[in-house]
């Protein structure tokens, strides 16, 4: 079947500018989650959704970073006034709902470059 | 807090040859280890994990991992490597005292060369 997507691929934004990221989990997925990947690191826990409740935002490094899920399927990670150090792959991770043993699948992810 | 470590930037393995990626890990509770492999400009994915049991752990492509709870480690291995193993991987731990997300270890470059 269809694993998660992801959209813009590539998105290039100039300092100040608000971005919008989507993501498209496999179908059926309860639980979906957002991880950044800075340049030679490994990824970083942002924000979990447990269908369209947001129920750890923890990871969001300010307040320029929003996530939502409105119907529990897709969602969106929104960047405003963008920096240059929000330049990193932002990647969006589903799993089943079967608790923490839920091995999550991740998409191909979203690379923001900051100008 | 839980954390992952892997000691090593790059592992250099002639094809053919028996690969191990090594990585150790701190959690406050009972860990939940997995590994990913990244290729160029592509998502992670998925390769194994361990949650209980047997502490030899199969997976994709002839990967398994050995979980060993006095060393707190879980290292990655393979009998035999392929040139196209070449890519970079990452283990990650959940501890579920601190949530579902996974923590990531810095990831290792693995080199497979014929």
């Known amino acids: 079947g269809a694993g998660v997507s992801q959209s813009p691929r590539y998105k290039v934004a100039k300092r100040g500018q608000d971005v919008a990221l989507r993501c498209d989990p496999i179908?059926?997925?309860?639980?979906l989650f957002w991880y950044q990947q800075a340049l030679g690191q490994g990824p970083e826990f942002l924000t979990y959704f447990q269908n369209e409740a947001q129920l750890d935002k923890s990871g969001l490094p300010s307040d320029r970073f929003f996530a939502e899920r409105p119907e529990g399927s897709v969602s969106t990670l929104k960047i405003q006034r963008t920096q240059q150090e929000d330049s990193a792959v932002y990647l969006c991770?589903?799993?089943?709902?079967?608790?923490?043993?839920?091995?999550?699948?991740f998409g191909p992810g979203t690379r923001l470059t900051v100008l | 807090a839980q954390s992952v470590a892997q000691p090593e930037d790059q592992v250099n393995v002639a094809e053919g040859n028996p690969l191990t990626v090594k990585c150790t890990y701190s959690?406050?509770?009972?860990?939940?280890l997995f590994w990913y492999v990244q290729y160029p400009n592509r998502g992670l994915q998925f390769l194994l994990k361990?949650?209980?049991?047997?502490?030899l752990v199969k997976g994709s492509y002839g990967f398994e991992a050995e979980f060993n709870k006095s060393q707190t480690s879980f290292h990655l291995k393979k009998p035999s490597a392929l040139v196209s193993d070449s890519a970079l991987y990452f283990c990650?731990?959940?501890?579920?005292?601190?949530?579902?997300?996974?923590?990531f270890g810095a990831g290792t470059i693995l080199r497979a060369k014929s």
């Open positions: 361990y949650i209980t049991g047997d502490n």
């Open positions: 991770a589903s799993s089943p709902p079967q608790g923490p043993t839920d091995t999550q699948y």
């Open positions: 179908s059926g997925h309860v639980s």
């Open positions: 959690v406050s509770g009972n860990p939940y």
């Open positions: 990650a731990v959940r501890d579920i005292a601190y949530g579902n997300q996974l923590v």
